[in-house]
């Protein structure tokens, strides 16, 4: 039996996205791949969830676009992290480590 691929938790997509900008600037289509790769392809982000996520977080400050040329000689947008943005994901990522060790506690995985 294929292994099914789990849904995002609501609320999750921002940190993982904000992960992935962490070690520098992407543009959509790598975000997407990067989290796919990191997450042993159990993660797949689609167009219609990660770029209104993206221009969420341009909004909100987290993040920051330039025009920029990927690999492929096409022209994107790269997105980059703010200080905001990295403030963001270590409060997102200390209540996802919170929320991890609590689930743990129920399942008695801790």
Avoid: N
């Amino acid at each position: 039996m294929a292994e099914s691929k789990p849904d995002l938790l609501p609320g999750t997509l921002d940190m993982l996205v904000l992960k992935t900008m962490e070690a520098g600037s992407c543009h959509g289509y790598a975000i997407a791949q990067a989290l796919r790769t990191m997450s042993g392809d159990m993660l797949d982000v689609e167009q219609g969830s990660l770029y209104p996520a993206l221009y969420r977080m341009e909004r909100r400050g987290w993040i920051k676009p330039k025009w920029g040329i990927t690999e492929t000689k096409r022209r994107a947008k790269f997105y980059h992290l703010t200080r905001l943005g990295r403030r963001q994901l270590e409060r997102e990522a200390t209540s996802w480590d919170a929320f991890v060790e609590a689930v743990g506690r129920v399942m008695g995985k801790v």
